[in-house]
């Protein structure tokens, strides 16, 4: 018999690739999302004819219950979150519900329903904040800089203490900053991609950032999901730190990517205070030795190649709207 994955979250990055990986594995994938009058499936518009889509919020717990009971799902994979950084400033509140309070709604759901589910929580770097070691693992002390890490840092404690306390397969993936063309446009790599291919097409001349010194360890969206799939075929129910091991900053990144396109960035990148953060998270890097030693997880793709794959990709698109379209950012 199939397995059967409920993937919360399946409309974002994450989730796309993810349902992708479990469809070819032979799963049958549900996906919970929540009511929208305009839903956003542009990521999964080419897999709607073969997963399931179903309602639930994390804010709601009898919804979350009774989605669990008709699913009953072999294996969770919560996804969901208000996951764009610099928001989690503007509603703390909210991000608190959906981070923290939603993931507990989520594991009590699966206490209640079936506890032999096993349940992987999308834990996050920006829980090691301002670091306490370089490079982080498993054992680094959290320091969480924005309201954003703090409710991951509840909701990664909360995971261990649910496993802990009723015995439930539940792991968290300590996963490091992970990226794609299917990165949303708020996001530093995806907005200097398509900064970078609207300046080459001559649809924009400049391109506004932050903190151009911040380092971040940068991987591949895919090669993450296939970590979190691993992580629930263990034995043990365990945590992981999933990471490429190496750190750039974000001039390297803008260098990068600006040089792909036979561009100077230093004629076109602005900086711009307002997109400063109030606190900084100045160099994540991961230690990903665990994984690779535990389910023998390595990243695929580096650094230089998921920029050029960005960067190639926003042209593509671009290239392929009417010019009218293509000067308003579409995603």
């Given amino acids: 018999m199939a397995k059967r994955a409920l993937i919360t979250g399946i409309t974002g990055q994450d989730g796309s690739y993810l349902a992708e990986l479990l469809l070819e594995k032979g799963y049958e994938v549900v996906g919970m999302m929540r009511r929208s ?15 399931v ?12 219950l009774r989605l669990v009971d008709e699913v009953r799902p072999h294996e969770i994979y919560n996804l969901a979150a208000m996951s764009f950084v610099p928001a989690s400033w503007d509603q703390p509140m909210l991000t608190g519900e959906f981070n923290a309070l939603g993931v507990t709604r989520l594991l009590d759901a699966v206490r209640q329903v079936d506890p032999s589910i096993r349940y992987y929580q999308a834990s996050s770097s920006e829980m090691f904040g301002k670091v306490r070691q370089v490079p982080q693992n498993e054992l680094t002390p959290f320091y969480p800089r924005s309201p954003y890490g703090v409710s991951k840092v509840f909701a990664h404690y ?6 802990e306390s009723y015995h439930l ?21 995806r907005k200097v991609s398509d ?22 360890d940068w991987g591949f969206a895919a090669d993450y999901v296939r970590a979190m799939w691993l992580m629930l075929q263990q034995d043990r129910a365990d945590d ?48 990903p030795s665990k994984a690779r030693a535990v389910f023998g997880w390595t990243p695929t793709v580096d650094f230089r190649q998921l920029v050029v794959m960005m960067v190639d990709a926003d042209l593509k698109l671009l290239s392929s709207l009417p010019s009218t ?4 950012p579409t995603r």
């Fill in 37 to 51: 009058s305009a839903p956003n499936l542009w990521r999964i518009q080419h897999l709607l004819d073969r997963i």
């Fill in 53 to 64: 889509l179903k309602p639930a919020d994390l804010l709601d717990q009898l919804s979350l």
């Fill in 158 to 163: 909360i995971t261990v203490n649910y496993r």
């Fill in 169 to 189: 397969f539940a792991v968290s993936g300590m996963l490091f900053n992970h990226e794609s063309p299917r990165r949303g446009l708020e996001f530093v790599t």
């Fill in 195 to 216: 900064g970078v291919a609207r300046i080459k097409l001559g649809l924009a001349d400049t391109l506004s950032v932050g903190n151009l010194d911040a380092h971040r």
């Fill in 240 to 287: 992981y730190v999933i990471a490429t091991g190496v750190s750039h900053s974000v001039r390297d990144l803008v260098e990068i990517a600006f040089a792909h396109a036979g561009l100077d960035w230093q004629k076109h990148v602005r900086i711009d205070p307002a997109l400063l953060r109030p606190a900084e998270v100045d160099h994540l890097l991961g230690d």
């Fill in 325 to 328: 379209v293509a000067r308003v």
